[in-house]
């Protein structure tokens, strides 16, 4: 919108006695985390957007080569439209699962021990939504591999769109729009899930032997294997040390160490590297170069784009003084 349409959008906001006047926000196609808030800015101003598009406009001649637009019109086909609020509702109620997701790798410090099973974690949640539950409960990565996400569906009244999408879904009374909406769901739950097994590396063997890092691992039956999977993909200890990282392992996972297990993981692993033998000597030598190395590796860019944030807001000229002009001109 241009400042005069601002200005009559924020006048349709205050006659309807809305709080705040607020405007649409843009969803960037190369920033998919932008499309949720675009869908909930909208939703919060849909009336508005109603009274603004399909009376405000029309009632002012000045308007009318606007409408003439093809882009306005296909704006008021929409909001005339009964199925857009249900499109919207509900993909506004698929944001909590991929949340969980990002607010966790979206946090400082080594995640990558907890990578491969939270993939594991958001692909079953999203096939809970649509799949009957005896057929996701106890999958493990190959089967979710193998799983064909276009079978054993919930009835159409038990798949989860939220509360919100079923109140606007009820609005309407055509039974097949009804219908055509409820197999639209599932194909949008079926290509996202499909998306998301084809995309992910599930198949990484040392994004899953990571996992043993986790402090509740260790004492798995799986664990040793695991911590030797480590030891071979990465660089840092030769073929004849393999066995002692073994032997250090196993020394690990029964010592009662009595270390907080609920700190971040690199400090309890450091709290652990520190212990030391009778003699003085460290008790996990090679264990400790093989966890340093394993949990310097990155399981995303969020550290690398808060990075570039925070050299942005302290290279700017309101914090360097060489960006001033006056002082351009000075010798070094």
């Not at 919108?1 to 607020?22: C, H, I, T, W, Y």
């Not at 649509?130 to 009835?155: M, P, R, Y």
């Not at 606007?168 to 599932?186: D, G, H, N, P, V």
């Not at 899953?208 to 039956?221: D, F, I, Q």
Request: proline share 4%; aromatic share 8%.
């Amino acid at each position: 919108m241009d400042s005069a349409r601002r200005e009559d959008f924020e006048k349709v906001q205050n006659e309807l006695g809305l709080d705040e006047p607020l405007h649409f926000i843009r969803h960037v196609q190369t920033r998919w985390l932008t499309l949720v808030d675009a869908l909930e800015r909208i939703a919060a101003r849909y009336e508005a957007a109603v009274r603004f598009f399909v009376h405000f406009i029309p009632s002012s001649p000045e308007n009318k080569e606007v409408m003439k637009s093809e882009r306005y019109k296909q704006i008021v086909s929409q909001l005339k439209d009964e199925e857009p609020l249900v499109h919207l509702h509900f993909l506004m109620s698929v944001k909590p699962v991929f949340d969980s997701y990002l607010r966790v790798f979206q946090t400082e410090g080594p995640l990558i021990h907890c990578l491969h099973q939270s993939m594991v974690d958001l692909i079953k949640l999203m096939l809970l939504r649509f799949v009957k539950a005896d057929k996701v409960n106890n999958l493990q990565t190959s089967g979710i591999k193998q799983l064909d996400v276009t079978k054993e569906h919930l009835k159409h009244e038990d798949i989860e769109i939220g509360p919100s999408t079923k109140g606007f879904l009820r609005k309407i009374k055509s039974q097949r729009t009804r219908t055509e909406t409820y197999i639209a769901i599932i194909k949008f739950y079926e290509t996202a899930t499909k998306y998301l097994i084809q995309s992910m590396p599930l198949d990484n063997k040392l994004l899953r032997a990571l996992g043993c890092l986790h402090p509740e691992v260790r004492k798995s039956t799986t664990s040793a294997r695991r911590i030797l999977t480590v030891a071979e993909s990465l660089p840092v200890v030769s073929q004849e040390e393999l066995v002692l990282v073994s032997d250090e392992w196993r020394k690990y996972a029964i010592d009662d160490d009595g270390i907080d297990s609920d700190s971040r993981v690199d400090k309890y692993w450091w709290k652990v590297l520190n212990r030391k033998e009778a003699s003085g000597a460290k008790k996990y030598p090679l264990l400790g170069k093989l966890v340093r190395a394993a949990l310097s590796l990155s399981h995303g860019n969020a550290d690398s784009e808060r990075g570039l944030s925070i050299n942005n807001a302290a290279v700017c000229i309101r914090r360097n003084p060489c960006c001033y002009p006056e002082n351009l001109a000075q010798p070094i």
